[in-house]
Nanobody, 115 residues
Framework: QVQLAESGGGLVQAGGSTRLACAASGTWFSADLMAWYRQAPGKQRELVASISSDGTTNYVDSVKGRFTIFKGNTKNTVYLQLTSLKSEDTATYYC?????????WGQGTLVTVSE
């Protein structure tokens, strides 16, 4: 069973930065795609950023230029660097990994941006 462990987040001031980390365990296979989603209160979960096995990245327009997704040195680890944070970035952030066409989710980590 693949498990995703997230860390990071917390309370951050507007304009500040933080980094989220996600590590997948329980699989010998490299993830085909790893991504970060977020869900704000009362809103639908949305894809924030993704990175494929070849390193191709994609971002939702609202975070382009402010967030960076990148892989760690350990297999199946991914980070999300969040900078220039805004109040609208407040949400629970979820790690997602697709391994052999099966999607797995972390439990989420809360990022709260204060004015």
């Amino acid at each position: 069973q693949v498990q995703l462990a997230e860390s990071g987040g917390g309370l951050v001031q507007a304009g500040g930065s933080t980094r989220l980390a996600c590590a997948a365990s329980g699989t010998w296979f490299s993830a085909d795609l790893m991504a970060w989603y977020r869900q704000a209160p009362g809103k639908q979960r949305e894809l924030v950023a993704s990175i494929s096995s070849d390193g191709t990245t994609n971002y939702v327009d609202s975070v382009k230029g402010r967030f960076t997704i990148f892989k760690g040195n350990t297999k199946n680890t991914v980070y999300l660097q969040l900078t220039s944070l805004k109040s609208e970035d407040t949400a629970t952030y979820y790690c997602n990994a697709k391994v052999r066409q099966v999607a797995y989710w972390g439990q989420g980590t809360l990022v709260t941006v204060s004015e």
